[in-house]
């Protein structure tokens, strides 16, 4: 079991700056993909971005792409999403997730809102 709790969601301006962390506990972390995700009320989940093991290797989604960084310590056992420029539509619930290499991300976190006024 991974265990994966979010954080540093709350209401920040447009073209402002925010910076989630999501904390594992549990199994080995670094052996885990990561994942970001975000969901806006009355919009399906959508993938932001992901980091591999190492950290070498991101995908961020067009949306974010050139705004957005991943990041992750595995000695904190904890993943970093950095948004810079962030837009109305970037509110939504942030979740993080875990996957094995090749296998759905099966671990999920609760979520933290972020909220961007305009």
């Known amino acids: 079991q991974v265990q994966l709790v979010e954080s540093g969601g709350g209401l920040v301006q447009a073209g402002g700056s925010l910076r989630l962390s999501c904390a594992a506990s549990?199994?080995?972390?670094?052996?885990?993909?990561m994942g970001w995700f975000r969901q806006a009320p009355g919009k399906e989940r959508e993938q932001v971005g992901s980091i591999n093991w190492s950290g070498g290797n991101t995908y961020y989604a067009g949306s974010v792409k050139g705004r957005s960084s991943i990041s992750r310590d595995n000695a904190k056992n904890t993943v970093y999403l950095q948004m810079n420029s962030v837009k109305p539509e970037d509110t939504a619930v942030y979740y993080c997730?875990?996957?094995?290499?090749?296998?759905?991300?099966?671990?999920w976190g609760q979520g933290t809102q972020v909220t961007v006024s305009s």
């Open positions: 549990g199994r080995t972390f670094s052996g885990y993909v």
């Open positions: 997730a875990a996957a094995r290499v090749g296998y759905p991300y099966q671990y």
